[in-house]
């Protein structure tokens, strides 16, 4: 059985999609930035320390990680936060570190992987993208233009990996309920058909790294059916 690396395990979507992967018998690493957030002790789940603001540390640890775990064949890319706001209300700090997180970091792992990844009979990278890597909005500049940067990043990635066996994909989903909107002043609407689940989420992972050899998803796009945003 394959196995895979989570970004951003602890929480939200990167906790569903490593609690099916497991389900399935695939062998988890699950990253966060305090590993002692995990209650699991699933004997195929090893929690790896990783905090994607501080790059000089990841370039390192990537490797690392790469070197002593050649098996690690999939890579999903889930860590990341929201701030928004109208630009004014960021801090140069605050811009670099959105982007930071939310695509550099996400880009150096990949670039300690790849190298690797393009020997394999299989690889997949799959990145978590948003619905505002598709549309920039109001108060989104510095989030949408770290979402816009994953997703040029993972389609001219995609296209570079093509003479290999590495696929590429990206996710791009609306609103998902999770704990993304806790330090946020809105959230989904409390109707069913306001959000999406973590799980859904989960289960589109699990597709992708059923497909056949020989065919990618590119790019999926997953939406609630009504889109309510609610204001705390
Ligand atoms: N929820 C949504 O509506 C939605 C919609 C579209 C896209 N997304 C994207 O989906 C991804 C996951 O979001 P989520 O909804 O699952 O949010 P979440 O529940 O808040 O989970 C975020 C995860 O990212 C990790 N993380 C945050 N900052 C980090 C840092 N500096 N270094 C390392 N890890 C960090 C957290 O780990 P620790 O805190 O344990 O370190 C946590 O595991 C994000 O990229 C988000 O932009 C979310």
Redesign the pocket.
């Known amino acids: 059985m394959r196995s895979v690396l989570v970004?951003?395990?602890?929480?939200?979507?990167?906790?569903a999609v490593a609690k099916a992967l497991l389900r399935q018998g695939y062998f988890v690493f699950g990253?966060?930035?305090?590993c002692s957030?995990f209650e699991t002790s699933h004997s195929h789940f090893l929690p790896v320390e990783?905090?994607?603001?501080t790059l000089s540390l990841l370039a390192e640890q990537a490797k690392q990680l790469q070197i002593k775990h050649p098996s690690i064949s999939v890579i999903v890319f889930?860590?990341?936060?929201?701030r928004f706001g109208s630009l004014e209300q960021f801090s140069y700090q605050q811009i670099d570190s959105l982007m930071t997180?939310?695509f550099t970091?996400q880009a150096v792992l990949a670039r300690a992987f790849v190298p690797g990844f393009k020997r394999k009979d299989r690889a997949d990278l799959i990145f978590?993208?948003?619905?505002?890597a598709l549309q920039g909005r109001r108060q989104g500049a510095v989030y949408c233009a770290s979402?816009f940067a994953v997703r040029g990043f993972s389609q001219a990635l995609r296209e570079e990996c093509a003479k290999s066996q590495v696929k590429v994909t990206l996710i791009n989903?609306?609103?998902?309920k999770?704990?993304?909107?806790?330090p946020l002043a809105f959230e989904?609407g409390d109707d069913e058909s306001n959000y999406i689940l973590?799980e859904d989420l989960a289960a589109a992972v699990n597709y992708i790294l059923m497909t056949r050899p020989g065919i990618v998803v590119d790019e999926l796009v997953i939406n609630p059916l009504n889109k309510v945003v609610k204001f705390k």
């Open positions: 970004t951003g395990a602890s929480s939200g979507i990167g906790r990253t966060s930035r305090d957030q990783m905090d994607f603001s889930c860590a990341g936060y929201g997180v939310n970091g978590i993208g948003s619905e505002s979402k989903p609306g609103m998902v999770t704990e993304f909107f806790e989904p973590p």
